[in-house]
């Protein structure tokens, strides 16, 4: 049985604009035991997929499971099953961190639980916190705790929604330290994330969205393989022809085109020479995740665009 299924899963928002399709028809499995990583741009629908298997949002279609359990008609099992780290930083200011831990488990109906939240508070860095008020804590204190609360039932299936937004390297390090530790005695781990360094150390697979839709879901080692194997990197003040423009990552003065080998280098700077253009502090580097899912995203979005041109013609 996987730990995590979706079927179908579609959502629609209602807004002032008219619908918007966050979700469209989205479908995997995520298995046992798995690091997972679900990867996009912003607003790809990824916090709303995880909305749908928190049971926090209603799918508009399809059906998601938690071992088995359906997020709808069999909530408090699937909920039982997942542990959730919101992005939203969310808290009771009222309460010490050991209170708020005790409480949470209380909720999920678990008595005599100081071992394992002793354990939560020692391996997150928190044990000089126990007794400290939430709202004296500070924002990557806070994001601890959250980490702790979502995992004080031992939920077979940990769900991280940019766990590392914004916090320090320490807090980073002893995150994934401690996620890595759990995953490896079983529990399975599904990361979002916009840090593509980090998804590649520890996921072994991927998904990518892009506007509700997977445009890739592989293994991280094949999504790899997928990438042009070298990228041209360059300093322009000046435009570029059209072709490569299209094709280029540009970031203010630097362009960066994938160029597989030297004939396909020479090509290009071929090209910006004949339009008359500069390329200076010209380098070569391997490719990585980032250079894949761009492809992948600009391939998609040209799709998509496509099919919305067809459907105004027709
Ligand atoms: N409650 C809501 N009402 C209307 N639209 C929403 C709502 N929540 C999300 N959306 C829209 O749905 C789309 C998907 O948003 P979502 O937050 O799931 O994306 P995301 O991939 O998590 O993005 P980010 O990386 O920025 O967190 C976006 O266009 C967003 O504006």
Not at 29 to 36: A, M, N, R, V, Y
Request: hydrophobic letters at 45%; charged letters at 20%.
């Amino acid at each position: 049985m996987p730990a995590v299924s979706f079927q179908n899963i579609s959502k629609t928002y209602a807004t002032p604009k008219g619908e918007l399709q966050a979700l469209r028809s989205v479908s995997f499995d995520i298995e046992q035991g798995e690091f997972f990583g679900l990867l996009g741009p912003n607003g790809a629908g990824k916090t709303t997929l995880i909305s749908v298997l928190a049971g926090l949002a209603k799918a508009t279609g399809g059906t998601a499971r938690v071992h088995g359990h359906d997020v709808q008609t069999d909530y408090q099992a699937a909920r039982r099953a997942l542990g959730v780290v919101p992005q939203e930083l969310v808290f009771d200011p009222f309460f010490t961190v050991r209170e708020a831990l005790r409480f949470q488990s209380g909720y999920f109906g678990i008595q005599k639980n100081g071992a394992w939240i002793d354990e939560l508070l020692h391996s997150l860095g928190l044990t000089d916190k126990a007794s400290a008020n939430m709202r004296q804590l500070s924002g990557g204190m806070k994001r601890r705790v959250l980490v702790a609360l979502a995992l004080v039932h031992k939920p077979q299936v940990i769900v991280l929604d940019e766990p590392t937004a914004g916090v320090d390297v320490e807090l980073r390090q002893t995150l994934w330290q401690f996620v890595s530790q759990l995953n490896k005695q079983g529990s399975t781990v599904l990361l979002t994330t916009h840090y593509l360094e980090e998804a590649e150390a520890l996921c072994g697979r991927l998904a990518l969205l892009n506007r509700g839709e997977v445009v890739a879901l592989d293994r991280t080692s094949q999504l790899l393989k997928r990438a042009a194997s070298n990228i041209l990197r360059f300093k322009t003040d000046d435009v570029l022809p059209a072709e490569l423009a299209a094709q280029a990552r540009i970031t203010g003065r630097v362009v960066q085109l994938p160029a597989n080998d030297a004939l396909a280098v020479e090509r290009i700077l071929a090209q910006v020479r004949e339009a008359g253009a500069s390329a200076d502090d010209i380098e070569i580097r391997k490719a990585d995740l980032e250079d894949v899912f761009l492809e992948l995203i600009q391939g998609s979005n040209a799709a998509q665009s496509a099919k919305t041109a067809q459907g105004a013609a027709a």
